[in-house]
């Protein structure tokens, strides 16, 4: 057994042990920290201290080539409350005690009532009725309004810095009694009144505004508060909503915010504002005649493009039904497809001047030839029956098309032949997208050139077998008024490089590379031969504009699948898409534009001449008056007036 002087000695030298190991792991942590090097607990201990919270700069706005803004974001106060600690159940959250609570609590619906909206015992029982969870644990959050502008918040911040000031004042009135009694009542008054509002707050958040509503909103699409969800809004997402910062957080042990480390700030790079090409007063104008004649004729939906026909901007791009962007969650999804780009469709008649064009290019046909129309019944080499609305005998070439003879066209385009025909399809940019910056460009439907064969060459003559877009479809037109270049569509303009400061769109992108398709000799003769469509005797007579001189061309499609009627080839006997392209003015072309209108109701038009042609020249015609574009037609002479008769 030990002495107790061993024991002594054995206590000493390990209380020395232990001395000299706690100041030799205290030396090593000196000089670690000195290095700033880290233990491993110390770092899990940061980590779970320390947040790194992303900051997002603002996103940039979309406008308007007038400078018209359509898209932007604006900031949203959302006014929550903590009901534990209004109401205090349990006396451990409120700063005021008892009775006092109570009081406060009743200050408090009283004059947040008028401001939420909301009767003051109906607020009440809202508290009340949230001041816990299903659980039994007290509620320390509830909404009383979501999305509030700065005007609602500016109101509560006055309301509770006038509760600030009558507390202040009931503080002053109380040092000035005497009493010992009254002068505590009045504090503890005062008391009330200063803390009434602390159990309500405010959470700042971004919300994404449309403020022209439908306007153009297949174009822009929608983003939620940081993110481009649909059009523009999604194809420019990268340029809008710029680069985010990034700021270090301090949490406490329950982690929640206690600090923000200055060193560890990072500003975030903000969203740029962009220009588009659109212009809102020829877009609302687009808007105004396309709704006009799908209500007029109990259509089932439609669009319409005006185009600079020299540069190929975009100026106006709508679809009917509309969309608008601030109400995205309560419309159908399939209102926000821009049905200009994303639709091809069988075009139809309005697919003929292409094909009359590229014959004329290619010196299949003279403007001279006459084509035997054989009265509105003709078949063609191999068989097929081809048929005309009206019976035409011998026609000159330009009556053809003016006459939109699909017998006429067959026949132009058995001169072509397979090989021509297609190349000439394709070289209108037919089957291919046509470069617009818009997301979702279809290609639409060519047939490759291996599987074309008689059937193919007869129905591309008119416009079936083929799909394009309403936007492939202006653009090929667009050939006619340019001198023969197919332009690439521009839906953007420019873009903010730094603050007042914008750079077009062509130095970031580069400028477009447009091609010759036609010489300008042939663009001019069909911009003759499409004038007579308006004139006496052609399809579209009945909407001639009376102070421009315009050219143009209807289409009557046929709508394949199946539905009531449909004939041996597929196509419904009563479901069409009735079209009308028109540009102008003749001299010096300014504008295309095209209108088509699905399924309209039969039983109230359905030609394109009538349904979709005044649609589409009220469109131009009013377009070029806003551009201040000085009319080239000749007014009508007056009707004489006849006196009475003198017998």
């Known amino acids: 057994m030990a002495t107790a002087q061993q024991r002594a000695q054995w206590l000493g030298t390990s209380v020395l042990v232990a001395a000299s190991l706690l100041l030799g792991g205290l030396l090593v942590r000196t000089a670690l920290l000195q290095k700033g090097v880290k233990t491993e607990q110390e770092e899990a201990l940061e980590r779970q201290h320390n947040a790194i919270v992303p900051v997002m700069g603002n996103r940039g706005e979309i406008r308007s080539s007038d400078g018209t803004t359509m898209a932007a974001s604006v900031r949203m106060y959302n006014l929550f409350a903590d009901p534990a600690y209004i109401l205090d159940p349990e006396g451990k959250l409120n700063a005021l005690d008892g009775p006092e609570v109570e009081k406060a609590k009743r200050i408090l619906v009283e004059r947040l009532s008028p401001l939420v909206n909301k009767p003051v015992d109906e607020l009440q029982f809202y508290l009340e009725t949230n001041v816990r969870y299903e659980s039994g644990r007290p509620r320390r959050f509830l909404w009383l309004a979501r999305e509030v502008d700065e005007s609602f918040y500016n109101n509560f911040a006055a309301l509770k810095k006038k509760l600030k000031e009558e507390a202040k004042d009931l503080r002053v009135q109380a040092s000035k009694i005497k009493d010992e009694k009254e002068r505590e009542t009045k ?170 064009a590229w014959a004329l290019e290619k010196k299949v046909i003279k403007p001279t030839d006459v084509i035997n129309c054989h009265g509105g019944h003709w078949t063609d080499p191999t068989g097929r029956a081809v048929t005309d609305v009206h019976g035409y005998g011998l026609l000159p070439v330009d009556m053809v098309l003016v006459k939109s003879s699909n017998i006429g066209m067959a026949q132009i385009g058995w001169k072509c032949g397979i090989p021509t025909l297609h190349e000439g399809v394709t070289k209108f940019g037919f089957g291919t997208r046509t470069g617009v910056e818009l997301p979702g460009d279809q290609k639409g439907l060519v047939t490759p050139l291996p599987r074309w064969n008689n059937f193919t060459l007869t129905s591309v003559s008119f416009g079936y077998e083929v799909a394009a877009t309403p936007l492939q479809l202006v653009r090929a037109f667009s050939t006619f008024g340019n001198g023969g270049y197919l332009v690439t569509p521009r839906i953007m303009s420019a873009v903010e490089e730094e603050p007042g400061k914008a750079v077009p769109w062509t130095e ?140």
């Open 187 to 356: 504090q503890a008054e005062a008391r009330v009144l200063h803390h009434a509002f602390d159990g309500v707050g405010f959470v700042k958040s971004i919300r994404r505004t449309y403020p022209l509503g439908s306007l153009g909103g297949t174009i822009i699409g929608f983003a939620n508060n940081y993110e481009g969800v649909d059009g523009m809004e999604h194809q420019l997402d990268a340029l809008l909503k710029g680069r985010p910062g990034k700021m270090l957080v301090i949490k406490d042990a329950s982690r929640r915010n206690l600090m923000i480390q200055e060193e560890g700030y990072e500003q975030p790079d903000h969203g740029r504002t962009v220009w588009l090409t659109i212009n809102t007063v020829i877009q609302s104008l687009a808007e105004e005649e396309l709704g006009k004649a799908i209500k007029e004729y109990n259509a089932q939906g439609g669009c319409a493009i005006v185009m600079d026909t020299q540069t190929g901007r975009i100026l106006a791009m709508t679809n009917w039904p509309p969309f608008d962007p601030n109400k995205y969650k309560e419309q159908p999804e399939d209102t926000r497809r821009n049905r200009s780009i994303t639709d091809p469709y069988e075009p139809g008649s309005i697919f003929k001047p292409f094909v009359m």
């Open 508 to 647: 970031l992108a580069g400028a477009p590379i447009d091609k010759q398709v036609i010489s300008t000799k042939t663009a001019e003769q069909m911009r003759i031969i499409m004038a007579g469509v308006y004139a006496k005797g052609g399809t579209a007579q009945k909407a001639a504009s009376k102070i421009y001189n315009l050219y143009g061309k209807t289409g009557t499609a046929h709508i394949a699948g199946r539905s009531r009627g449909e004939d041996a080839r597929g196509y419904g006997a009563t479901e069409y898409n009735s079209s009308f392209l028109a540009g102008g003015p003749m001299s010096a072309p300014r504008l295309s534009a095209i209108v088509t209108i699905h399924k309209p109701d039969r039983s109230l038009g359905h030609f394109g001449g009538v349904v979709a042609a005044p649609a589409a020249t009220n469109l131009v015609e009013r377009s070029l008056q806003y551009l201040q574009v000085q009319p080239d037609k000749a007014p009508e002479p007056a009707k004489p007036v006849r006196g009475p008769r003198v017998n």
